[in-house]
């Protein structure tokens, strides 16, 4: 899938390397200008390769942008310049890149109810960035398919790699969890209600027909909203922001 001759970069020293102007990076220790170098470089590619096509709207924009920062704002890692993009796409998807690159498809925007439930999965995938999961995921994949050499991973191809990474292959169970996990603390922290991320999941859990893209790729979405659910005290779970609908309804007006 990506790059089939690229273990010949293992018995080149990395000396060698750096002449050659092979610019090699050790993805698990980079550090935050680094990762969002590499987010905003595979959100280059994303656009160009035409894998992802951005919905132009600026009201839209600008509300996503502001429930992004009101969450990012609460998080652990809210010195990173987050980026949130609208995806144009019917598809209930939503993914995140290293340096906090978020896309959110328009068909993941329409099927939520109100704003907590968008937030809950925007939530969530600042959890993905806090806790560096695809800096994990691009180093074990990039040992999978023998691009790591001595010197670390070449620059062009951790790119190649992030973008494949970000629309075909999902995060481990564990990974998925622990971002739930950290995306209701999140949600909860910013003033949301944090039932709606146990409503949003159960739903998508419950949908029938195909199988929506954003659970397709993660764990059973009822069995994450029975784990959410048990996190929650029953006294405060619908209790916070972004339960009315009619209000959400005419935020995102522009995709009617």
């Not at 969002?36 to 470089?41: A, C, I, L, P, R």
């Not at 944090?194 to 790729?217: C, H, I, R, Y």
Request: proline share 3%; glycine share 8%.
């Amino acid at each position: 899938m990506i790059l089939g001759n690229a273990n010949i970069t293992q018995a080149i020293p990395w000396q060698e390397l750096i002449l050659r102007g092979i610019q090699v990076i050790q993805i698990s220790n980079i550090s935050d200008e680094q990762e969002v170098e590499f987010g905003s470089q595979i959100r280059q590619q994303l656009i160009s390769q035409r894998k992802v096509k951005l919905y132009q709207n600026r009201d839209l924009s600008n509300y996503i942008n502001q429930i992004g920062q009101r969450l990012v704002s609460v998080s652990s890692r809210s010195d990173l310049p987050y980026t949130f993009h609208v995806v144009n796409n019917p598809e209930i998807n939503a993914f995140a890149t290293m340096g906090g690159f978020i896309y959110l498809n328009t068909g993941l925007i329409k099927k939520a109810s109100n704003e907590a439930e968008l937030a809950s999965v925007m939530a969530h995938e600042i959890g993905h960035v806090v806790a560096r999961h695809s800096q994990k995921q691009m180093r074990q994949q990039a040992v999978t398919q023998g691009l790591l050499s001595a010197a670390g991973l070449d620059k062009t191809k951790a790119v190649q790699l992030g973008v494949a990474l970000a629309l075909d292959l999902p995060y481990s169970r564990k990974d998925e969890y622990e971002a739930d996990d950290l995306g209701l603390q999140i949600l909860y922290d910013a003033g949301y209600a944090p039932g709606a991320m146990v409503n949003f999941m159960a739903k998508l859990g419950q949908l029938g027909g195909k199988t929506p893209t954003l659970l397709s790729t993660h764990p059973n979405g009822g069995d994450r909203a029975v784990a959410l659910a048990q996190k929650i005290p029953r006294n405060i779970a619908f209790k916070g922001d972004g339960l009315n609908e009619q209000e959400y309804r005419y935020n995102i007006r522009a995709l009617r």
